[in-house]
């Protein structure tokens, strides 16, 4: 191969390996962040399923290993080291079967964390504390606040919680609150009572006076909505992981024709740090 393939398929590999550190930070942040947030329905998820944690983990370290390698790749291409570009190889080729791990991981669980899901928030539903400062309610509410639902099948979810539904006034959860197109977007948390509905008793009154027919709340449930989020969101990770797959045989399949075609090597062309 002439001295100019060498080049071109040495500054390719280059911006392949640059390419890499920049998605090894998003794989990074992505398993980070499904770790940190505990505002949110992913709160709710980790609740659910164990493995997402294993799946996030699995993603930081691909992340940061990718990173690292991304910039050894850098490296070696640069300076035509076959030690580093052999190593490249071995370790992209490592990086690419745990991903492929990760994202089958992700895919024949989700099924299961759906089904368990709806025990997780009927649980979490019938347990809700007004006034206590959790995690998982939190992640609730504003599932609840920025789906505009309400309960998991139907608001009739809320009539599991005691200490709700033993209220002498209409009481209602303050995230399901209807909210017009002007309404706030700050996510209200517990329960609140409302001011304009006359709370009197319907039936036998064995629920007191808190009757939900007259709760001023969305009707229908989160399930839909948060099975189609998974979906979406799904789709979306997979494909992440299928581009940086692709990216990654494209830099091993030049890794070894620079390595195939660097015949000497000078190591003290390698910055010493």
Not at 6 to 29: D, E, H
Not at 92 to 113: R, T
Not at 211 to 240: A, F, H, K, R
Not at 243 to 267: F, K, P, Q, T
Request: charged share 15%; hydrophobic share 45%.
């Amino acid at each position: 191969m002439g001295s100019a393939c060498v080049k071109v398929i040495k500054y390719f590999l280059f911006l392949f390996n640059l390419l890499f550190f920049i998605l090894g930070g998003v794989i990074l942040g992505f398993g980070v962040w499904i770790l940190a947030d505990r505002s949110s329905f992913i709160s709710v998820l980790q609740a659910s399923s164990p493995s997402l944690n294993v799946g996030a983990y699995i993603f930081i370290g691909v992340g940061a290993v990718t990173m690292i390698m991304g910039f050894l790749g850098c490296v070696g291409a640069v300076n035509e080291v076959r030690c580093l570009l052999g190593l490249y190889f071995a370790f992209l080729l490592l990086i690419l079967i745990a991903q492929v791990a990760a994202g089958v991981l992700f895919f024949f669980n989700m099924d299961k964390v759906k089904r368990e899901m709806g025990s997780i928030v009927t649980k979490l539903i019938r347990d809700y504390k007004d006034g206590q400062e959790d995690s998982l309610q939190q992640g609730w509410d504003y599932v609840q606040a920025q789906g505009k639902c309400c309960g998991w099948v139907s608001f009739y979810n809320w009539t599991e919680n005691a200490d709700l539904m033993n209220r002498t006034t209409i009481t209602y959860p303050c995230s399901c609150e209807k909210k017009g197109e002007d309404g706030s977007p700050l996510v209200k948390k517990g329960f609140c009572e409302a001011s304009d509905v006359n709370g009197t008793l319907s039936g036998n009154g064995t629920q007191g006076d808190n009757n939900p027919e007259q709760w001023p709340v969305y009707q229908q449930g989160c399930m839909e909505m948060v099975q189609s989020w998974l979906q979406e969101n799904l789709g979306t990770i997979l494909g992440v992981c299928v581009g940086v797959a692709v990216i990654e045989l494209l830099g091993m399949l030049l890794s070894i024709c620079l390595c195939r075609n660097v015949h000497s090597e000078d190591y003290s062309k390698v910055p010493k740090y």
